[in-house]
Nanobody
Framework: QVQLVESGGGLVQAGGSLRLSCAAS????????KGWFRQAPGKEREFVAA????????RYADSVKGRFTVSRDNTKNTMFLQMVSLKPEDTAVYYC?????????????????WGQGTQVTVSS
């Protein structure tokens, strides 16, 4: 079992930056593929970024490439999402997720555990 808690969301102006954290507890954090997803009002949950178990392989949605960076510190059971050059269309609730799979996936169905989410609002 893995419990995930996101933090770091907030209100920021367009062009600003935020750093999200995902703190995990449970026995499988260091062996789990991790991902970030987001869901805007009235829209389906969409993939943002994912990172392999050791942090060597990363994967990003086209909409965030070059602006977002996913990383993890297995010694602290924490994953991060550094977001720069934020746009109003990045406004959403951001969720972290954990998967027992082998490689970073962009599919919600591949993830077994989810956090409660943290709100990110980007004003124009």
């Amino acid at each position: 079992q893995v419990q995930l808690v996101e933090s770091g969301g907030g209100l920021v102006q367009a062009g600003g930056s935020l750093r999200l954290s995902c703190a995990a507890s449970g026995r499988t954090f260091s062996t789990s593929v991790k991902g970030w997803f987001r869901q805007a009002p009235g829209k389906e949950r969409e993939f943002v970024a994912a990172i392999s178990r050791r942090g060597i392989v990363t994967r990003y949605a086209d909409s965030v490439k070059g602006r977002f960076t996913v990383s993890r510190d297995n010694t602290k059971n924490t994953m991060f999402l550094q977001m720069v050059s934020l746009k109003p269309e990045d406004t959403a609730v951001y969720y972290c997720a954990a998967s027992g799979g082998v490689s970073p996936s962009d599919k919600t169905n591949d993830y077994d555990y989810w956090g409660q989410g943290t709100q990110v609002t980007v004003s124009s």
